[in-house]
């Protein structure tokens, strides 16, 4: 017995040991899986970082999926924005919206929120118009129009009828968030009755208040302005502006690097400053960063200088500097300086119809000149471009307004200053005696006819069809 018992208590400890041995090998084994495992993890989120850096760009914030709205002039009411019970207005939504929303608009007149005819959105969103009531039919220049406007009411906005601006976003760490898509179709704005008139009689615009009578100025800012992020793609398509009075664009687009914009079957009539502006929110030297613009299929008409005797303004078109565009099948008519302003794009230029400018078709930084000179005179136009005519056509808008616009006196810069001459009154004749340059007497410089209203129904016949497929036209869906 006693020589059994030391046997066992060596028995024991082998398997004691054997048995040690077998669970510090597991705990072993489960600790290197562990580590495997968070590497793995690390790994991984380290590639989806990479890939979204490398292949979206698009932040945390920017990247969350967002919701559907249903907006509803006749059946709307609340903020639930729903199919069976949409808000009644956009603006009476913004404050809800988050980012990738998308946001279906059916017809009828809106005016924003307390009619104050403007409407910001701060978060990148998808904005869908021209529907039924029941938003199963779709057809926005016809049977569905969504038309965006407000009224002239001294204190009102001035602000541009549609304002998404989605740079100032930022992530919970403070960086400014990036990426996503923005896209805005469908949608008429008109911004006639927001305008203030020369004796309330729809001719000539005023772009001063006027308190007494309770009248806001003419809004100086375009129908649409979109300011992007980096590395956000921008597409505004299917749209109407018209009777807007910005200095720049009535259709504004802003891309920032590594994005880019998409300007498409877009009818603008009627606008002061440019009909339709590219314009670029990178200044980097990365050639493959630089903002790319596509603007294809567009009418743009009847662009009038700032004002009556201004000497900007008046095109069809400008383009800003460091961004590259593709300019295709566009129409481009009938602007008080000309058709495409480009301040230093490279540019392909092609199949694009320039008609009724006054001084030029093409001006490249400060040379300008008349379509048949563009290919050889242009240095930054693609060799390849071709295509591109100048010729006569009838422009269908009702003959009110032709009649109107027809009858109109241009006033210029040069005639104002020659017509000024110095009157000899007693304050010139201290000044003469002091050295001082004299006083001019006034001279009436704001024309009778400048900017007049043209109505939905007298304009949108001249961009329903295009001219041999060039310009816009109604858009269909099924």
């Given amino acids: 017995m006693k020589k059994i018992i030391p046997i066992i208590i060596i028995l024991f400890l082998i398997s004691t040991t054997v048995s040690g041995q077998i669970n510090f090998k597991k705990l072993k084994s489960k600790l290197l899986n562990k580590k495997t495992n968070t590497e793995q993890v690390k790994s991984t989120q380290t590639n989806t970082n990479n890939q979204r850096s490398s292949n979206s760009n698009t932040t945390v914030n920017f990247a969350k999926q967002g919701r559907k709205w249903y907006v509803s002039k006749t059946t709307g009411s609340g903020q639930l924005g729903t199919i ?21 608009i059916a017809e009828g007149i809106y005016m924003s929120k307390g009619k104050r005819g403007s409407d910001e959105i701060n978060v990148p969103v998808k904005i869908y118009a021209g529907y039924d009531t029941s938003f199963t039919k779709r057809d926005p220049w016809v049977a569905h129009k969504t038309i965006f406007t407000g009224v002239n009411e001294y204190m009102k906005l001035t602000t541009p009828r549609l304002y998404i601006r989605t740079d100032q976003q930022r992530e919970s760490n403070g960086q400014l968030s990036q990426g996503s898509v923005i896209i805005v179709d469908g949608i008429i704005f008109d911004n006639g009755p927001r305008n203030r008139y020369h004796h309330n009689k729809d001719l000539a615009i005023r772009r001063k208040a006027s308190p007494k009578s309770g009248q806001n100025p003419s809004p100086e800012s375009g129908g649409i302005v979109i300011v992007g992020s980096k590395y956000t793609n921008i597409a505004v398509q299917n749209c109407v502006i018209m009777n807007t009075a910005p200095t720049e664009g009535a259709l504004s687009i802003r891309v920032f690097k590594g994005g880019k914009g998409v300007i498409q079957n877009n009818f603008c009539i009627n606008n002061t400053g440019y009909g339709i502006q590219a314009r670029t929110g990178y200044v980097g030297s990365d050639d493959s960063l ?3 613009f596509t603007i294809k299929n567009n009418t743009s008409l009847f662009n009038w200088k700032h004002d009556a005797i201004a000497s900007y303004g008046g095109n069809a078109l400008a383009l800003d500097q460091y961004i590259k565009a593709i300019v295709e099948n566009n129409v481009f008519g009938f602007g008080h300086q000309g058709g495409i302003y480009n301040k230093g794009c490279p540019l392909k230029l092609n199949n694009n119809l320039f008609t009724g400018n006054s001084k030029y078709d093409y001006k490249e930084v400060n040379d300008m000149m008349k379509v048949e000179d563009i290919v050889d005179e242009a240095a930054k136009i693609d060799p390849y471009s071709e295509g591109n005519t100048s010729e006569l056509i009838k422009i269908n808008v009702a003959e009110r307004w032709a009649e109107i616009y027809g009858n109109r006196i241009e006033i210029s810069r040069a005639e104002v200053d020659a017509s000024v001459s110095a009157s000899n009154s007693g304050a010139n004749q201290l000044r003469s005696m002091l050295g001082l340059n004299l006083q001019g007497n006034s001279v009436k410089m704001d024309a009778e006819i400048f900017l007049p ?11 329903l ?12 869906f099924e």
């Fill in 84 to 104: 069976e019970r949409p808000a009644k207005d956009l603006g009476n939504i913004i404050h809800h919206l988050k980012p990738n929303d998308e946001i279906y």
């Fill in 290 to 292: 630089v903002p790319i």
């Fill in 453 to 463: 209203i043209i109505t939905i129904d007298e304009a949108l016949p001249a961009g």
């Fill in 465 to 476: 069809l295009p001219w041999n497929g060039k310009g816009c036209q109604a858009p269909k």
